[in-house]
Nanobody
Framework: VQLTESGGDSVQVGGSLRLACRTS????????MAWFRQVPGKEREGVAG???????KYIESVKGRFTISRDNAKNTLSLQMTSLKIEDTAMYYC??????????????????WGQGTQVTVSS
């Protein structure tokens, strides 16, 4: 399963970005998917996840600012990020997995990972 992310960029505090992750139709329609992020020297953390039924889960720090969504016509998972903060700076990864049929932010639940797209937020 190939995952291809795009949309990372450098923005100022308070700005917005939209990340996209494209994959095969088979994986998109059957797998739980999520966005993770990682800062050098820190563990990768789950940011937002959605299962094949559309159930969604967010970490507390992004609730109200980030929106995860699925574009069924394009087999694309998106992450709309608004009101960005410096602490949102990270490499963002798209993940897909068939380990559990629920929205999850646990890294071991995902078998497939994209290469990552860098998000940098500055003041």
């Amino acid at each position: 399963v190939q995952l291809t992310e795009s949309g990372g960029d450098s923005v100022q505090v308070g700005g917005s970005l939209r990340l996209a992750c494209r994959t095969s139709e088979y994986a998109y329609r059957r797998y739980s998917m999520a966005w993770f992020r990682q800062v050098p020297g820190k563990e990768r953390e789950g940011v937002a996840g959605v299962d094949s039924e559309g159930n969604i889960k967010y970490i507390e720090s992004v609730k109200g600012r980030f929106t995860i969504s699925r574009d069924n016509a394009k087999n694309t998972l998106s992450l709309q990020m608004t009101s960005l903060k410096i602490e949102d700076t990270a490499m963002y990864y798209c993940a897909a997995g068939n380990q559990v049929p629920i929205a999850t932010l646990i890294e071991v639940d995902f078998n497939y990972w994209g290469q990552g797209t860098q998000v940098t937020v500055s003041s």
